[in-house]
């Protein structure tokens, strides 16, 4: 089990409340009843043609335009049947998600599946590749069968899929195979710089792996490389991937192995996690439990938000999934600050849509913001709608402190960090995080304090990699002190904010 940087952190503020008498904090539980943020509605069942919209991706285009790819669903079985007729497309928006064009066959069904969407914009050229996935259903079994189209005009047109089954080490298509689905990436950092990596899943002679599959030519040809065949406990499938600060890929993984018992251990199980440390060749860590994030067993996204080597002043990366273990419910945007070592709980993190949801897909729109592309509806219909939410610093809180907190102050620390007080008007709190900039990943002296008139200062210090802190208190009616440390740098505030 992983020691929690975040949970020593809440332990202190505890701590902290009680020093000066103030309530309990709120519980860890749930999420508030209401969401923070608006949205659009991008799809909607019985439209356009279709019968229901599902499997969401996005990704933002060279030109600034949003592309929003969904399987189009009409003629299975029963209803919104994962297996039909099924159409990939794809709207677009101009205006950064208000609004949406009309949807645009991309791969048609022609009465088989054509669905799973990985789309990756590659930075250099603009060129956009996606990844998907053919069933049989009019015709013949074929199994799950992997392909690649390119565009080279930012989504206008795209080029016929090409199957990949071989290519990926398959001497025929699996029983299973699902790319994706969300956004694949493209490194940045280290030795395979340039590098395509997305996430993928299959069953194939009966046993189940998650893996990674790359591409060194701009998504012309492929391989599949860091795999896991893991043991009955843990089935990964569904895998979004983020690249870490230091180069590393993290992949975030649905637990299928757990559909039986959503709600063992309170729904710690339901999450999976990988590390691979060679630009996607093989896992440096497999497939382990992410007890952190408690969600029913679906797919979820990950994405970047911040970064400190790209003039970000700390690191944030973003989970997006339902929050109830035994319901697809309540999608919550969580955070984490030392790149994906630990996360929020739900209640720290920011709600988009309080009823039922399902799959999810995000996509950085500034250095301050991200868009949440998901499935949501009703009570019983998590897979009505396909919206569109953007989160900024705002709404997700302030740095390390959690949903709810807003920056009031903040103080540089040099180029070793920040310091932030913070404030929740729900809860009548204060609280203060100090966030390394310079030698972020490296174990540094830190620290992170709070004096509120009239009691002792309360102080979170050490030697800590990412951040101090948070250190919370209540302080109605009276001035703080406020300050941290990083790099040697220090400040300390004066008395105010006062009442």
Not at 17 to 33: F, M, N, R, Y
Request: aromatic share 8%; charged share 20%.
């Amino acid at each position: 089990m992983k020691i929690s940087r975040v949970a020593q952190g809440l332990f202190a503020a505890l701590v902290a409340i009680a020093a000066v008498g103030a309530s309990p904090a709120t519980s860890l539980a749930a999420p508030a009843a209401s969401a923070a943020v608006g949205n659009t509605v991008v799809y909607k069942e019985k439209t356009e043609g279709y019968d229901c919209f599902r499997i969401p991706a996005v990704v933002k285009a060279n030109n600034g335009e949003l592309l929003a790819f969904a399987e189009a669903r009409k003629g299975g079985a029963t209803f919104c049947n994962d297996s039909g007729d099924i159409d990939l497309v794809v709207k677009r928006s101009a205006d950064n998600g208000k609004s949406w064009s009309a949807a645009k066959v991309v791969i048609e069904g022609f009465g088989d599946t054509k669905g799973n969407p990985t789309p990756i914009v590659v930075p250099s050229t603009g060129r956009i590749v996606l990844l998907s996935v053919m069933e049989c259903v009019k015709n013949p079994d074929c199994n799950r069968i992997p392909r690649v189209s390119l565009s080279d005009d930012h989504g206008k047109t795209w080029t016929a899929p090409k199957v990949l089954t071989t290519q990926l080490g398959f001497s025929a298509a699996p029983d299973w195979l699902a790319t994706g689905p969300s956004h694949g990436i493209v490194l940045t950092r280290g030795a395979h710089a340039g590098r395509i990596v997305a996430g993928m899943s299959y069953t194939d002679g009966g046993k189940n792996s998650g893996a990674l599959i790359y591409s060194d030519d701009q998504g012309v040809t492929w391989k599949r490389g860091a795999t896991d065949s893991t043991a009955a406990a843990l089935n990964p499938q569904e895998i979004s991937v983020t690249e870490l600060l230091d180069g590393r890929v993290y992949a975030a993984a649905r637990n299928q192995a757990n559909n039986g018992n959503k709600c063992l251990d309170g729904g710690a199980k339901n999450r999976a996690y990988a590390i691979s440390s060679d630009g996607g060749a093989s896992f440096s860590t497999k497939f382990t439990f992410e007890e952190d994030l408690i969600t029913p067993v679906v797919q979820a996204s990950t994405a970047r938000m911040t970064a400190t080597d790209k003039a970000g002043k700390y690191n944030r990366i973003l989970f997006a999934a339902p929050s109830v273990c035994d319901r697809r419910k309540e999608l919550v945007v969580r955070s984490s600050f030392d790149e994906g070592a630990n996360w929020q709980g739900n209640s720290a993190g920011t709600l988009v849509w309080s009823g039922d949801a399902a799959y999810s897909d995000m996509v950085q729109l500034s250095s301050g913001s991200v868009g949440v592309l998901y499935e949501a509806g009703p009570a019983g219909n998590a897979n009505e709608t396909i919206r569109f939410s953007t989160v900024t610093e705002t709404t997700l809180g302030a740095p390390v402190c959690g949903g709810g907190y807003g920056v009031i102050d903040s103080a540089p620390l040099g180029t070793a960090g920040t310091v932030y007080l913070s404030y929740n008007a729900s809860n009548g709190q204060n609280c203060v995080s100090t966030m390394k900039s310079a030698s972020a990943g490296t174990a540094t002296a830190t620290s992170a304090y709070l004096e509120v008139q009239g009691s002792a200062r309360i102080t979170d210090s050490g030697s800590f990699s990412w951040f101090a802190g948070p250190v919370r208190a209540a302080a109605a009616d009276k001035c703080v002190k406020w300050g941290g440390s990083a790099g040697g740098v220090k400040y300390d505030s004066p008395s105010e904010h006062c009442g």
